[in-house]
Nanobody, 122 residues
Framework: QVQLVESGGGLVQAGGSLRLSCAAS????????MGWYRQAPGKQRELVAA????????NYADSVKGRFTISRDNAKNTVYLQMNSLNAADTAVYYC???????????????WGQGTQVTVSS
């Protein structure tokens, strides 16, 4: 059984920072791409940032470029999202996502975390 568990969300004032973490656990053989998505009330879930396996190439939504940084620690099966200069538009539930090959599986599957709330007060 593979699962993703996020942490680090909370309430922060505009201009502040938060760091989200997402740890993958279970019978994991390898993890390929990892990413963060968010969903604000009444809106569709959107990609915030992603990082590939191997070279750890990254890409970001235009709305967060220059403010957010995604990184990963492969030894810990963990992906991070450092969020700086937060504003009210960043308020959302943030979800971790990863492509994981479990031990004994014939292909990788895509997994989601349960989500963590980020609220930015103005």
């Amino acid at each position: 059984q593979v699962q993703l568990v996020e942490s680090g969300g909370g309430l922060v004032q505009a201009g502040g920072s938060l760091r989200l973490s997402c740890a993958a656990s279970g019978s994991i053989f390898s993890i390929n791409a990892m990413g963060w998505y968010r969903q604000a009330p009444g809106k569709q879930r959107e990609l915030v940032a992603a990082i590939t396996g191997g070279l750890s190439s990254t890409n970001y939504a235009d709305s967060v470029k220059g403010r957010f940084t995604i990184s990963r620690d492969n030894a810990k099966n963990t992906v991070y999202l450092q969020m700086n200069s937060l504003n009210a538009a960043d308020t959302a539930v943030y979800y971790c996502n990863a492509d994981i090959l479990a031990w004994g599986a014939v292909r990788q599957y895509n997994y989601w975390g349960q989500g963590t709330q980020v609220t930015v007060s103005s």
